[in-house]
């Protein structure tokens, strides 16, 4: 899993980098680059959209196959554990629940181990280096997205808890 975020975050910083290249030829165009300057800038996009999906894909196919495996570990133990209880107590408890026990449940770890770093990292440092970049290109600006976002946020997180008092005191009485 660390592999997997160390890759998907490499992965997000390359897949700033067509981003980085489209505003560098808009200002070269608008400038006078030559026209090798643009297409450097061409090619460092391209390979930026390239690298990051190959490396994001490295990084969530190693933890596809750390899920795969941990998920056979764990139902040939648990068959191997069901398989120790007596019959009478196997037969008392109907197939479609030891199916669940043995299939859906294990299957209920996917998220948490084949996308969790890559996916949480790939954010993160998606966020982090295209802001990096917006703060290198203008401070000003990111501080004015910076404080937008923060409303944003408080609008949303407010919006969202109004009226949550009464379902939590509801919830804990029906419990």
């Known amino acids: 899993m660390l592999v997997s975020a160390a890759l998907t975050g490499l992965g997000a910083v390359f897949s ?56 056979y570990d764990l139902r040939r133990r648990l068959v191997a554990t069901l398989g120790r209880i007596p019959l009478g107590a196997v037969d008392q408890t109907s197939s479609g629940k030891i199916r669940k026990i043995v299939a859906d449940d294990t299957s209920s770890i996917h998220t ?46 407010s919006l969202t808890f109004r009226g949550l008092e009464g379902l939590t005191e509801g919830s804990s009485a029906a419990q």
């Open 112 to 157: 948490l181990v084949a996308h969790l770093a890559g996916d949480a990292t790939n954010t993160a440092v998606a966020f982090l280096a295209g802001f990096a970049y917006l703060v290198w290109v203008d401070w000003r600006m990111s501080a004015i997205l910076l404080a937008v976002w923060a409303l944003v946020m408080i609008l949303v997180v």
């Open 16 to 71: 700033i980098l067509p981003y980085v290249a489209l505003t560098e030829i808009a200002a070269g165009l608008l400038g006078d680059a030559s026209a090798s300057t643009l297409w450097r800038w061409a090619a460092a996009g391209i390979v930026g959209i390239a690298a990051g999906g190959f490396l994001y894909s490295a990084g969530l196919g190693l933890t596809h196959v750390a899920e795969a495996d941990l998920r």
